[in-house]
């Protein structure tokens, strides 16, 4: 069964350092998502991404973040300059349209600021 | 803004018994509600989905239960398996304002015993 992939699955970075959060939607999919979940809180959406731009973004999704699709497969969640806070799962999600079906995630990448 | 609440954080089941798992919201205008298992170190897996035109959707051991007038659905298990021990993740989409994230509960962690 396809799957959503994520890469990689744990990254310790120092803060105020750029990092990347690669993921690699369901390939027919067409609608794109970025989730994070704080230890012990809920699953918070923050980006929506739709026909090369973004459809929906959260108040957390300020301008630190940004999103791309480079290629045809990749879909990229980029935090600037990371602060203690950003530390969590990130969890992309893609689903096949906006119409009554389910967004399916990938494992998440674990992201630790120190 | 909790507009998804799942109020019992922990359900402890013996196997082969229903378990119930509740969610309530607050936002009117959802009106698709998907239910997802999560394990330990890995992505929220999609279970089973109601939209608002139905009360209820059964897939093998799993049904969920809408009712609109309670703002309330529920998710039951039967026969209950060790394997479905797992946190829980009600969700809730506002498809009718065109919106197309999901907005998530705080999860339920159901342990099955053997």
């Known amino acids: 069964e396809p799957e959503v992939t994520q890469t990689p699955s744990h990254q310790v970075t120092q803060m105020g350092q750029e990092v990347i959060l690669r993921c690699v939607p369901i390939s027919n999919h067409l609608y794109f998502y970025w989730y994070r979940q704080i230890l012990g809180q809920k699953v918070e959406f923050l980006v929506s991404?739709?026909?090369?731009?973004?459809?929906?973004k959260s108040e957390i999704f300020d301008d630190q973040f940004s999103v791309e699709r480079p290629d045809g497969s990749n879909f990229t969640l980029k935090i600037r300059s990371t602060k203690l806070e950003d530390s969590a799962m990130y969890f992309c999600a893609s689903r096949l349209n906006s119409v009554i079906s389910p967004l399916h995630f990938g494992n998440g990448t674990r992201l630790t600021v120190t | 803004d909790q507009q998804v609440k799942q109020n019992s954080p922990s359900l402890s089941v013996q196997e082969g018994r229903i378990s119930i798992l509740n969610c309530d919201y607050t936002n009117s205008m959802f009106d698709y509600f998907l239910w997802y298992k999560k394990y330990p170190a890995e992505g929220p897996t999609f279970l089973i989905s109601i939209s608002s035109i139905k009360d209820k959707n059964e897939d093998g051991r799993f049904t969920v239960f809408l009712n609109k007038s309670a703002k309330h659905l529920s998710l039951h298990i039967v026969p209950s398996q060790p394997g479905d021990s797992a946190v829980y993740f009600c969700a809730a989409s506002p498809i009718q304002t065109g919106a197309n994230n999901l907005f998530f509960g705080t999860g339920t962690r159901l342990t099955v015993i053997p």
């Open positions: 991404f739709y026909n090369n731009e973004i459809s929906e």
